[in-house]
């Protein structure tokens, strides 16, 4: 027999291989991979009522130890290095900005080779004569209720147009031009900031999102979150102990506080969740648009197998106060059902709109 000494002739045109004019409705190979874990079948309330505190500490280790086993031990127990801090103004308008408010920058480090930073807006003090927030960390020591506010791309992206000092790489004319579309939010709360209350609201991203984005395209960034994997992490696992990171990093920053509220939205709802069941002293949560579309999830190892993303929900209000919004009622209606229970012993979930 001859020597094969060329590639394979090609005997059909790719269109000639197509079986079907369109998928069909049932079809199932797109998502094949959702099936490759059944879910776990959710604890029923009757089980959650009869002993809520083993039922919720058995949550939390299971959670800790199933999920985000790869949280560094000895990192965590310290408290973070805080690197520096830094002025940071805004674009807002004279008419919309109290003129009371001043901005800082605090650097710390989530864990060796992980620099984060986090914006912190709090009442200038009288004798902040100058007006530019020099006196800026010692006035942080005089905080005593903070609400950090745990962004997304897309909030960073409405953020930065407010921030001179975003890192975000856009340039005047940009930032102007999205200044409108900013983050109504962030701009609502910076203006109940009174002046000679004790109070701070945060802005902060973790890691690969905002200012934190790995450099790469979107290819880059699939590769970037793969590689957690191989050390038994996920990015969005630790991106939760980012956010446990920056509430310890201000409770060191700000040691007289008393109250911590943490607040997000979109795809850093879930996360805030989490970072609120293991955050200790979080005195109130409020997620807004609570995800349910499966790619808007976030990634958390075998998560799927010991819990639901409901019960994680009933676990929060079991721990502080919650302020939840979300389309799918499947959602909302366990944590629901617990909290019109008068065996519940945690607190009550309110709904977004009722506030």
Same mark, same amino acid.
């Given at each position: 027999?001859?020597m094969?000494?060329?590639t394979?002739?090609?005997?059909?045109?790719?269109?000639?291989l197509?079986?079907?004019?369109?998928?069909?409705n049932d079809e199932?190979?797109?998502?094949i991979d959702?099936?490759?874990?059944?879910q776990v079948?959710?604890?029923s309330?009757?089980q959650?009522l009869?002993?809520q505190a083993?039922?919720?500490?058995?949550?939390?280790?299971?959670?800790?130890?199933?999920?985000f086993a790869?949280w560094?031990?000895?990192?965590?127990?310290k408290?973070p290095?805080?690197?520096g801090t830094?002025?940071v103004?805004?674009?807002?308008g004279?008419?919309d900005?109290?003129?009371h408010v001043?901005?800082?920058?605090?650097?710390?480090?989530?864990e060796?080779?992980?620099?984060?930073?986090a914006d912190?807006?709090f009442s200038k003090?009288?004798?902040?004569?100058?007006?530019n927030g020099?006196?800026?960390?010692?006035?942080?020591?005089?905080?005593?209720q903070f609400?950090?506010?745990?962004?997304d791309d897309?909030?960073w992206?409405?953020?930065?147009?407010?921030?001179t000092?975003?890192g975000?790489?856009?340039s005047d004319?940009?930032?102007?031009?999205?200044?409108?579309?900013?983050?109504?939010?962030?701009?609502?709360q910076l203006?109940?900031?009174?002046?000679?209350?004790? *109070? &701070?609201? @945060?802005v902060?991203?973790?890691?690969g999102?905002?200012?934190? !984005?790995?450099?790469?395209? %979107? +290819?880059? $960034?699939?590769?970037i979150?793969?590689?957690?994997?191989?050390i038994?992490a996920?990015?969005d696992?630790?991106r939760?102990?980012?956010?446990?990171?920056?509430?310890r990093t201000?409770?060191?920053?700000?040691?007289n506080?008393?109250n911590?509220?943490?607040s997000?939205?979109?795809?850093s709802?879930?996360?805030t969740? *989490? &970072?609120a @069941?293991?955050?200790?002293k979080?005195?109130s949560?409020t997620? !807004?648009?609570?995800p349910? %579309? +499966?790619? $808007?999830?976030?990634?958390?190892?075998?998560?799927?197998?010991?819990?639901?993303?409901?019960?994680l929900?009933a676990?929060a209000?079991?721990r502080c106060t919650?302020?939840?919004e979300s389309?799918d009622?499947?959602?909302?209606?366990?944590?629901n059902v617990?909290?019109?229970d008068?065996r519940w012993t945690g607190?009550?979930?309110?709904?977004?709109?009722?506030r």
């Amino acid at each position: 027999e001859e020597m094969v000494d060329k590639t394979a002739t090609k005997f059909f045109e790719p269109p000639q291989l197509k079986v079907f004019d369109s998928l069909p409705n049932d079809e199932c190979n797109t998502s094949i991979d959702e099936d490759f874990v059944p879910q776990v079948a959710a604890t029923s309330a009757d089980q959650i009522l009869q002993n809520q505190a083993d039922w919720s500490n058995s949550a939390v280790s299971r959670i800790r130890r199933h999920c985000f086993a790869a949280w560094p031990e000895e990192t965590g127990q310290k408290a973070p290095r805080i690197s520096g801090t830094a002025p940071v103004t805004t674009n807002i308008g004279s008419t919309d900005k109290p003129e009371h408010v001043h901005g800082l920058r605090l650097q710390f480090v989530s864990e060796p080779f992980v620099p984060l930073s986090a914006d912190i807006y709090f009442s200038k003090t009288a004798d902040d004569k100058d007006g530019n927030g020099s006196n800026g960390d010692a006035q942080l020591k005089t905080v005593k209720q903070f609400t950090l506010l745990v962004m997304d791309d897309q909030q960073w992206s409405r953020y930065a147009a407010l921030s001179t000092d975003s890192g975000s790489g856009s340039s005047d004319a940009e930032r102007s031009s999205a200044a409108p579309a900013a983050s109504s939010e962030f701009q609502q709360q910076l203006k109940d900031l009174q002046s000679g209350i004790d *109070a &701070a609201l @945060v802005v902060f991203c973790p890691r690969g999102i905002g200012p934190h !984005r790995w450099v790469g395209d %979107e +290819r880059k $960034q699939i590769q970037i979150r793969r590689r957690f994997q191989l050390i038994g992490a996920t990015a969005d696992g630790m991106r939760v102990f980012d956010i446990l990171r920056a509430v310890r990093t201000l409770h060191t920053a700000c040691p007289n506080t008393q109250n911590i509220s943490l607040s997000a939205s979109g795809t850093s709802d879930w996360l805030t969740l *989490a &970072a609120a @069941v293991f955050a200790p002293k979080v005195n109130s949560v409020t997620v !807004r648009d609570l995800p349910t %579309e +499966r790619d $808007q999830l976030p990634e958390w190892l075998n998560f799927d197998r010991i819990f639901t993303f409901p019960e994680l929900l009933a676990l929060a209000m079991h721990r502080c106060t919650v302020t939840a919004e979300s389309d799918d009622n499947s959602i909302m209606e366990p944590a629901n059902v617990l909290a019109a229970d008068r065996r519940w012993t945690g607190r009550t979930v309110v709904e977004a709109g009722e506030r």
